[in-house]
């Protein structure tokens, strides 16, 4: 059976039709999977429940997957599988002010996955395990049509512009008291600059930005902050936008070159939110 892409609204986004979880993963799959996430930026399935060593044999099928930087929130037996829980160890779910709450508080920010790397990601998977019944939706912002509409003032001024990524800054920066970064991890993230403006192998052109951006390189720090918030606003208005709304064994993948994504707020310290993440890195420099 072949594949198909049903869209989503506002003509971002496609529903994935043909892929269960007995279908073997070989070069047809993937190429397919390739192809459908480049024209659409955002697939969803629906109602298969994922293993997490099937989540992972499907990342593996888009490339190497990241290790990523909380190894407390690693999956015990799957290392590459970021477990984005608001519930313990233990079993309980955590407070508010709980470094892990601080930390997905922080997520509710306009992000690309691993921008802060010098090769960023290609793409992220989110499988969803347990979901609250209101809130916790996760939206996602289509950065192709947002450039091609940007305000002709605005696509002047970043013209020829680099942002500088910092996962120290962005870390920093959550809602909430989380502990500092010791030196030695400090300098495992150095920070890097990227082109505002992203070039892609097919020709087109896309926002490149985020909550993992510190600033504009060579510009004064405030008027810098400034454009960027204001590029940002005219970026995510409704029209380039996708939200979906969670249920149990909803698998999602996004293109994090040229998507940005953000959760929805919930009661992060009453209601479970269990879901896992894996992330396949990237092969090319931002250009």
Known sequence: MNLEFEKLENDFGARIHGLDQHRDIDEELVEALAAGLNEHGVLLMRGEKISPARLVELGRAFGELEILPEPEKRHPDHPEIFDLTNVRRDGEVVDYEEPQAVFLRGTERWHTDSSFREVPCLCTMLYAVEVPDSGGETQFADMFSALAELPADLRVAIEGKRLIHSYVYSRANNPGRMEPMSSEEQEKYPAVSHPWIRSHADGRESLYMGGHVSHVEGMDLDEGRELI??????????????????????????????????????????????????????VDPVN
Do not use: C, K
């Open 229 to 282: 918030e204001e590029v940002l606003t005219a970026a995510t208005q409704t029209q380039f936008i996708y939200e979906h709304h969670w249920a149990a064994n909803d698998l999602v993948i996004w293109d994090n070159r040229s998507t940005l994504h953000r959760l929805r707020p919930y009661e992060i310290s009453a209601r479970r939110r269990v879901m896992r993440r894996v992330t396949v890195a990237g």
